[in-house]
T-cell receptor
Framework: AQKVTQAQTEISVVEKEDVTLDCVYE???????LFWYKQPPSGELVFLIR??????QNEISGRYSWNFQKSTSSFNFTITASQVVDSAVYFC????????FGAGTRLTVKP | ETGVTQTPRHLVMGMTNKKSLKCEQH?????MYWYKQSAKKPLELMFV???????ENNSVPSRFSPECPNSSHLFLHLHTLQPEDSALYLC??????????????FGPGTRLTVL
């Protein structure tokens, strides 16, 4: 069975702080993809990144970075120098067969 | 219009009403999805359509009835709903349903309240 766990329900930081959102997954598939989505107050989920199970290289995109560690089944997301516009709910997802989403982490960045 | 659009954005209905949610994708995708998002729960996949054929139905009650007349449009017909059906209903599309590689593109959702 596939499962995605985002243990942090809510996180609150002050602007310019760094913040890491945790994601741990379970799957028996040998080939799978991991995703992060952002859901701003407007409602639609916005795709941020995709990783396949064979590519453990970390990735950086501006203030965003992702740390994929297959040994611990984790795919964590770090926002550096957070901004108020980063406030949203962030979802981690896993797809081998079906897409499975975590419950999401609500990030609030205060000015 | 671009991306995935959904109407209405908000809907309040009684338990005896019949209503429909509409989704349209302008991305030329072949797969469309309905998800239910309840507070503090993971997104629940309800239905998957690939080239207008339903390929997945995740034990959804019959009071939810999907319809996909073409690859760009997806409807969710609602009747005799229960208060626990109140949630945000999200529509998504992707290039195809079979590839795990393809990310899904989401609409803004319909916030449904059942009184």
């Amino acid at each position: 069975a596939q499962k995605v766990t985002q243990a942090q329900t809510e996180i609150s930081v002050v602007e310019k702080e760094d913040v890491t959102l945790d994601c741990v997954y379970e799957t028996r598939d040998t080939t799978y993809y991991l995703f992060w989505y952002k859901q701003p107050p407007s409602g639609e989920l916005v795709f941020l990144i995709r990783r396949n199970s064979f590519d453990e290289q970390n990735e950086i995109s501006g203030r965003y970075s992702w740390n994929f560690q297959k040994s611990t089944s984790s795919f964590n997301f770090t926002i550096t120098a957070s901004q108020v516009v980063d406030s949203a709910v962030y979802f981690c997802a896993l797809r081998g067969g079906d897409m499975r989403f975590g419950a999401g982490t609500r990030l609030t960045v205060k000015p | 219009e671009t991306g995935v659009t959904q109407t209405p954005r908000h809907l309040v209905m009684g338990m005896t009403n019949k209503k429909s949610l509409k989704c349209e994708q302008h991305l030329g995708h072949n797969a469309m999805y309905w998800y239910k998002q309840s507070a503090k729960k993971p997104l629940e996949l309800m239905f998957v359509y690939s080239l207008e054929e339903r390929v997945e139905n995740n034990s959804v009650p019959s009071r939810f009835s999907p319809e996909c007349p073409n690859s760009s449009h997806l409807f969710l017909h609602l009747h005799t709903l229960q208060p626990e059906d109140s949630a945000l209903y999200l529509c998504a599309s992707s290039q195809d349903a079979g590839s795990a590689y393809n990310e899904q593109f989401f609409g803004p959702g319909t916030r449904l309240t059942v009184l």
